[in-house]
T-cell receptor
């Protein structure tokens, strides 16, 4: 099936620094990608929808200036956590939609990025 | 808000069949039912998807009654490695650009 590659898998940074997470669709083009955040023992929470060539759509309560999303190509979306603070520590997961694929599965997830802000 | 409701947790034993039921009373005409499995510190993994009646693949079966207000994921002969969180989702997988809204999922624990 289709593969979504997410990097890095784990990052530790100091408070106040910015962290960029990449999400790539390896064998299909994704006009839409989604970013989720997951806290320990909690469910995935949709943060934003990333649209290729246009501005991302953020869910209510998610700061767009804090979580910058860029979807400059059909295979790459990036999430930048700006001026990270300890409360931003979480597991971030991206997903990409393959509407053109023939498989029953249409949404593919990355392996996630564990962000720890010291 | 999530459009589905499922048990928070379930326990079973190796070799048993496990059935996890999900309620989606307000399912839309274009919505499909999709189940994902998630292990700790990993992204969700697709298990199965269906619209109605029964769907079977190499890992699971999905039963959806005619009214589509509920569905049941059936895992045959589970093993310890099936311990995970299972999410049931109702969404328009064929169109729209809406992201999936995850509910709380079912934490399945398989014991020896």
């Amino acid at each position: 099936g289709a593969v979504v590659s997410q990097h890095p898998s784990r990052v530790i940074c100091k408070s106040g620094t910015s962290v960029k997470i990449e999400c790539r669709s390896l064998d299909f083009q994704a006009t839409t990608m989604f970013w989720y955040r997951q806290f320990p023992k909690k469910s995935l929470m949709l943060m934003a929808t990333s649209n290729e060539g246009s501005k991302a759509t953020y869910e209510q309560g998610v700061e767009k200036d804090k979580f910058l999303i860029n979807h400059a190509s059909l295979t790459l979306s990036t999430l930048t956590v700006t001026s990270a603070h300890p409360e931003d520590s979480s597991f971030y997961i991206c997903s990409a939609r393959d509407l053109a694929g023939q498989l029953n599965e249409k949404l593919f997830f990355g392996s996630g990025t564990q962000l720890s802000v010291l | 808000l999530a459009k589905t409701t499922q048990p928070i947790s379930m326990d079973s034993y190796e070799g048993q069949e496990v059935n996890i039921t999900c309620s989606h009373n307000n399912i839309a005409t274009n919505d499909y039912i999709t189940w994902y499995q998630q292990f700790p510190s990993q992204g969700p993994r697709f298990i199965i998807q269906g619209y109605k009646t029964k769907v079977t693949n190499e890992v699971a079966s999905l039963f959806i009654p005619a009214d589509r207000k509920s569905s049941t994921l059936s895992l045959p002969r589970v093993s310890l490695s099936d311990t995970a969180v299972y999410y049931c989702l109702s969404w328009d997988s064929g169109g729209g650009a809406d992201g999936l809204t995850f509910g709380k999922g079912t934490h399945l624990i398989i014991q020896p």
